[in-house]
Structure formats: structure tokens, C-alpha cells
């Protein structure tokens, strides 16, 4: 079924949003998502079972939402594509049970997606409709903190590095707790930076040492990697002493400090990964490309080394379905094998499997 | 009418009026996700069912561990929605007690198990009853969730019970390897519709149980 504008209907259950997007070629029609962001507020952190208990109540009416508001139906519906990885594992069964139920229901083809692929995907849905060459991607979220290179979406992604213990997204999470600031902890700490000094506290750059880097001809272990539990543990350290000796917390100066050490390892270390892989073009995603700071410093580096820098819409850089639906119509409009109904959710599933069951 | 339970082990069943057509069970209770939409696929194509002849769907909605629960769950509101058909739900644990009360007598209570883990039993209270239309099990108390030792002095079907046999003297030991089914389910329902009985449309899962998190506790500050 190649067709090259063909309607596809998908899915996103990884984390904390159920996702409904609907796209036609490049067309965006619909994005459609329910967040159970509020019920994890309390909790400071988002917490799996309420998430997945979440997706099985939102499901339907978020599909009955999105074909409301693309005004189509599922007869017209071309193909299904579904997140089956990487996230968590009870969210995700919900939303692949769904699709799968939802293939033999329409006899659609469906295809299982990768979740971090589908965030590059956002990319075609511009008004260019297709990717630029030499193409690479940061990821930053709450799950995820990925450097990427797209030589080709539907068949060759390559991880370059990404964090090796908490995502970058997390960290902000539980140092916003730490600092008595809201939920999410991205926009609580980029907001409390914007008043505080950046050099007030020199915190640690996780894996900048020149034995994890080594050179671009010897590269060292983890060159591109990315480490922020340490980091976490100095900002504890340095509010506990403030705290031990009876005087206030500078919330403003640790805030800033510690969002200068995590933005200036990303975009470091992305900058120079693009550099070495030949990519000139870099395209944010995941909801931490929000912050501020972030997107300065990354844009500021690349720039400065003649990378161009695609930051999409908030509502596509965080999860949503329409980025599944924008990647399964390319994996359509290519002629690749349908998944079918016969695979297994894969929480760890690797950037390399673009499409389960067709690499 | 499509009925699907996955409350322990995942099962489908194609029913008419209360009677099997085809169905379809696994033997362990961990595939739940990946199994119940190509059972339904295999079961339209052995029963030579077309889509436009199904009538109603009908889920188990628990009790059972929450993930496996889910997948029933969202697959039968799913294909209620693409099909539009009505999806009613029912406690799994009415399955398990309409295929008990096949050989109990008028009159004598009993209870149904199913494995909770940690130690502990989903299990629900029935009691047998007989008329013109046969036999079968009317709810007299649960669903709950509580240790084996917590359960009343009666007899006890099932495979959670089973599980627990020392902590049950009551077991009975005929029906120790029995699972909730979607087959017994659509049983059960029928004994209901057939008595002038609706069924329910609530489809919301009996989790039974919280989800583990707990709001943390204001962190400690460092001493002084």
C-alpha cells in the first residue's frame, strides 16, 4: 500500500500522555492528548500506575476526539501506527492493546513504532513535508536524554549518546523537590533561574573528564554520554549545608547553577556530536526542549558551528500521537511491511528499531 | 456476542445465547497484551463470524493484577467503539462461580478465588440457586482482596485458592486448577439475560487496591 498521502491514525501511550494524532502524507490533521500530568503533581514525579490507569480511561475518548476533530473516519483511516517503545511497561501494553484491537476491529494495517523515532518524525510535518539532510536529534525529557543521528527515519537511526542514569528531565524533576519548587521541576527551575547567578555554585559536569571523553580520533567510553545523578547529589549537599547551618537557601543561584551545569553538558556534547557525525541540521524534541536556557545555549554552540537548529512547537515536542502518525505514514508512503498483531511491547526497545518487526 | 476476560489468564469467547461457538484461553497469566486481539482474529475466522453479526461485547472487569486487567479491558471498550456495539462488564469472579454452581446444590453458599500475588486472594461470596432455567450463582458478598487465612468457613473453587491449599481447609479440590474464562463469563451473562436480568455497561476495572505510591514525606532536614 504505498501510497504517498496516506491517512494514518496514531497512537502514544508511553508515559503520562495518551496521544491521538491523525495525519495525511505531512499533513497534520489532528494532535489530540490527554495528560495525567495533574495526578502525578503530588507525587512530585510521575508514577506508572497511575499512568497506565490513566490511559485505559482516556483511550477511547481521546480517539473519538481526534476523529471528531479531523472529521474522518475510521473506515478512511489508511493504516494504525502504535508507540511500542521505549517507555514504560504497564502504559504502554494499554496503548498497544488498544491499537491492536483497533487493527482487527478495521482489518488496518498497523504498524509498532519506536517512540524516540516518532519524536525526530515531528520534523516532517513542517512545510518542507520532509527531512533535511544530514540530519540529527536531541531528546530531552522527563524519560529520555538521547543524541541522535538520522541518516534515513524509516531505516537507519544511530544513538550517539545519551545519559546513562537519571534523564535530564527526572533531575529537574527531584531537584525542584529538593528546592521546595512545583511539578513539573523544568519550568519551576528555568523560571526561578531567570533571578539567580548561574556561577553562584560551580556543580559538576557528569562525564566531561578527558578519560570519558577522549578525541574525536580515540574516543573515550562516553564521549556523547551524559551522567546527572551526581549532580543531583551535589545540589543536595549544598542545600542540606545551607540548611545544617541555619541560613536560607539561595533558591534562585542554586536553581540557575545547577540548570547551567545540565545545559552546558547537553549542549556541549551535542554540538560536538554533530560536528563529528557531519550533521548540520538538529532538531530538539521531548518536553525539557522548552526550557529556556536550553534552547539558547544549544542554538548559540550549533550555530557557532554552522549547525542549524529545528525546535518544533511545544505541543509536538512533547509526547503526542501525531508524531507516531507522521512516522507511520512515512514508513507507509515507503512501502515498508506492517507490523501486524503479533508482537510484544518493548519498554527498552533500541533507537535502532525503527519499525518493529520491518528492520 | 464477543466476550474477553483477562482478569488472570487472557481468554476470548464467540457466544449465542449462552452457548460456545469458539473459544480461546492462555496457559499463563503474563501475555495478556500481546494475545487477545489475534484470539479474536483466529476465533471470527474459526466460527465463520463476520463483524456486522456480533451483537454485544463483554469484558471481565476484574478483579486481577492491574496490567493484565487493562489489556481486556481497553481492547473490549476499543473494538465496542469501532464496532459500535454496547460492551458490558461483569466481576471475573461471577465466571469461576456460575461454572461452581453447575454441581452444588439449591441453597449452599461458596466462595471463588483468584491469585491477588503477595500472598493474598481475589475472592468473591455466591450463593447456588435453581429454576426452570437451571442452575446458577447469585453474588452474596465481594469482590475483595485479603489474605487466604481472612476467607470464611466455607468451600472454596478456584485456582488462587489452590494456591493456598494448607491455609484452606475448605478447598475443594475438584476445581483447585480452575480459571476465571471468558467462556464462563458469557455463561454467567447469559444466566443473567435469561432471567430478565440486564447487564451492566459499567466497564471500570475492580483494581481493588491502590496503586503502591505514596506522596512523599517532607524530606528531613540536615540536623543542626
Not at chain 2, 451492566?200 to 491502590?210: A, F, G, I, K, V
Request: proline share 5%; with cysteine.
Amino acid at each position: 500500500m504505498a501510497t504517498a498521502e496516506p491517512l494514518v491514525l496514531g497512537i502514544e501511550s508511553s508515559c503520562d500522555e495518551t496521544g491521538v494524532g491523525i495525519v495525511r502524507g505531512t499533513e497534520l490533521l489532528t494532535n489530540t492528548v490527554s495528560s495525567s500530568m495533574a495526578e502525578h503533581a503530588r507525587f512530585g514525579g510521575v508514577i506508572p500506575e497511575i499512568a497506565s490507569r490513566a490511559h485505559l480511561e482516556a483511550f477511547v475518548p481521546t480517539l473519538q476526539a481526534a476523529l471528531a476533530d479531523a472529521d474522518v473516519t475510521l473506515d478512511e483511516v489508511d493504516a494504525l501506527a502504535v508507540t511500542s517503545g521505549p517507555g514504560l511497561a504497564g502504559a504502554l501494553m494499554v496503548g498497544v492493546a488498544a491499537a491492536k484491537a483497533l487493527a482487527v476491529a478495521t482489518g488496518k494495517p498497523l504498524y509498532a513504532i519506536n517512540h524516540l523515532v516518532a519524536h525526530v518524525s515531528v520534523g516532517l510535518l513542517d512545510e518542507r513535508g520532509k527531512l533535511p539532510e544530514n540530519l540529527g536529534a536531541l531528546l530531552v525529557s522527563g524519560g529520555h536524554t538521547e543524541i541522535l543521528s538520522v541518516p534515513d527515519i524509516t531505516g537507519d537511526v544511530r544513538l550517539l549518546g545519551a545519559t546513562i542514569d537519571d534523564a535530564a528531565g527526572e533531575a529537574y524533576d527531584k531537584v525542584a523537590r529538593l528546592l521546595g519548587l512545583g511539578y513539573p521541576g523544568g519550568p519551576a527551575i528555568d523560571k526561578a533561574a531567570r533571578n539567580g547567578d548561574p556561577a553562584a555554585f560551580r556543580f559538576p559536569r557528569g562525564l566531561t573528564a578527558g578519560k570519558y571523553m577522549g578525541s574525536a580520533e580515540k574516543p573515550g567510553s562516553h564521549r556523547y554520554d551524559m551522567s546527572f545523578s551526581g549532580l543531583k547529589t551535589a545540589v543536595a549537599r549544598v542545600v542540606e549545608t545551607f540548611e545544617a547551618s541555619g541560613q536560607p537557601v539561595p533558591v534562585a543561584d542554586v536553581a540557575a547553577s545547577f540548570q547551567e551545569s545540565v545545559v552546558d553538558v547537553i549542549s556541549r556534547k551535542t554540538a560536538l556530536a554533530c560536528t563529528e557525525n557531519s550533521i548540520d541540521t538538529l532538531l530538539m524534541g521531548g518536553g525539557v526542549a522548552a526550557n529556556s536556557r536550553l534552547r539558547a545555549l544549544v542554538i548559540e554552540r550549533c550555530r557557532a558551528r554552522g549547525i542549524e537548529v529545528i525546535v518544533p512547537p511545544l505541543n509536538l515536542c512533547t509526547d503526542n500521537g501525531a508524531m507516531v502518525a507522521a512516522l507511520g505514514a512515512r514508513l507507509v508512503a515507503e512501502g515498508r511491511a506492517a507490523t501486524g498483531i503479533v508482537f510484544t511491547a518493548d519498554p527498552g526497545l533500541p533507537v535502532s528499531t525503527v519499525s518493529m518487526g520491518t528492520v | 456476542m464477543l466476550s474477553l476476560d483477562s482478569s488472570s489468564i487472557a481468554s476470548a469467547a464467540l457466544t449465542r445465547n449462552g452457548e460456545v461457538l469458539a473459544e480461546f484461553a492462555t496457559r499463563d497469566t503474563r501475555s495478556h497484551a500481546e494475545a487477545l486481539a489475534p484470539a479474536v482474529y483466529n476465533l471470527l475466522g474459526q466460527a465463520g463470524i463476520e463483524p456486522p453479526q456480533l451483537k454485544a461485547i463483554l469484558v471481565g472487569t476484574g478483579p486481577g493484577p492491574f496490567t493484565g486487567l487493562r489489556a481486556g479491558l481497553v481492547s473490549a471498550r476499543t473494538f465496542g467503539f469501532a464496532w459500535q456495539l454496547p460492551v458490558y462488564g461483569m466481576c471475573s469472579l461471577d465466571a469461576l462461580a456460575h461454572r461452581a454452581a453447575q454441581d452444588a446444590a439449591e441453597g449452599t453458599e461458596f466462595l471463588v478465588a483468584t491469585d491477588a500475588r503477595r500472598k493474598e486472594l481475589y475472592w468473591g461470596r455466591y450463593m447456588t440457586h435453581e429454576d426452570g432455567h437451571g442452575r446458577f450463582a447469585r453474588p452474596v458478598g465481594g469482590p475483595q482482596v485479603t489474605a487466604p487465612d481472612q476467607l470464611p468457613a466455607l468451600p472454596v473453587h478456584g485456582y488462587g485458592a489452590g494456591l493456598h491449599a494448607a491455609q484452606l481447609p475448605n478447598l475443594v479440590t475438584d476445581s483447585a486448577e480452575w480459571q476465571p474464562t471468558a467462556a464462563d463469563l458469557s455463561r454467567a451473562a447469559w444466566a443473567r439475560q435469561e432471567r430478565g436480568i440486564e447487564l451492566s455497561t459499567d466497564t471500570s476495572p475492580l483494581y481493588l487496591r491502590e496503586s503502591d505510591a505514596k506522596v512523599a514525606v517532607h524530606r528531613k532536614k540536615a540536623l543542626r
